[in-house]
């Protein structure tokens, strides 16, 4: 049963996997989780959600990703300027964006938190808002949404924190939609990877 709620729009999902991992100091994509990889579990996540169409854009050690990774399903994107932050990442994916696209999700490669619930209650919970993002207990967190109207702008942003920015400079029309718990852990540092190991999902549940 798809988790995108039943909608004459049609809905993208970004998962954004192309980071370096220069903090970690090893692919973060590769990273055993649950029965498989970290990246394995999040497109696994995003492809539940049954998505008109499945975006992953990858960049650092995109071989590796492309031979352990199963990424059936997805258009994947191969973003050459990675370092240059998640935004080069989202301005690549928007080129292979189906023109019939009207919302996109963004997704977090590192985020294994997210569920299909998380991104069902986004899209139910949005509204007409052009932006909506995950409200969490302790403050505002991805996935986040965006109508067709800011596409054109998705594609022009630069940094790493250009979509946050997108977001704040959206004030009240922005939808910050209810979400129960924390804002999930993204895998940065091997802290952080040993904190989501210790949770149900990374041992398969």
């Not at 709620?5 to 994509?29: I, T, W």
């Amino acid at each position: 049963m798809s988790a995108v709620p039943a909608s004459d729009a049609f809905v993208a999902g970004l998962v954004l996997a192309a980071g370096g991992s220069r903090r970690l100091g090893e692919p973060k994509q590769l990273l055993p989780f649950g029965r498989a990889t970290l990246l394995d579990h999040t497109v696994a996540t995003a492809r539940a959600c049954c998505f008109d169409q499945l975006l992953v854009a990858i960049g650092g050690a995109a071989d590796q990703v492309r031979e352990h990774v199963d990424l059936s399903g997805a258009d994947v994107v191969v973003n050459e300027g990675y370092g240059a932050g998640c935004s080069s990442s989202i301005g690549a994916a928007m080129e292979a964006l189906d023109p019939r696209a009207r919302l996109l999700v963004l997704l977090l490669g590192d985020q294994p938190g997210v569920t299909p619930d998380t991104v069902a209650a986004l899209l139910a919970g949005r509204g007409a808002a052009a932006i909506a993002v995950c409200r969490y207990d302790d403050g505002p967190g991805h996935p986040f949404c965006f109508s067709r109207e800011l596409f054109a702008t998705l594609r022009s942003l630069h940094g790493d924190k250009a979509v946050w920015k997108l977001v704040a400079a959206g004030g009240d029309g922005v939808a910050r939609v209810p979400v129960a718990g924390p804002v999930p852990i993204d895998v940065d540092t091997r802290a952080d990877y040993e904190a989501i190991r210790a949770t149900p999902r990374a041992a398969g549940a």
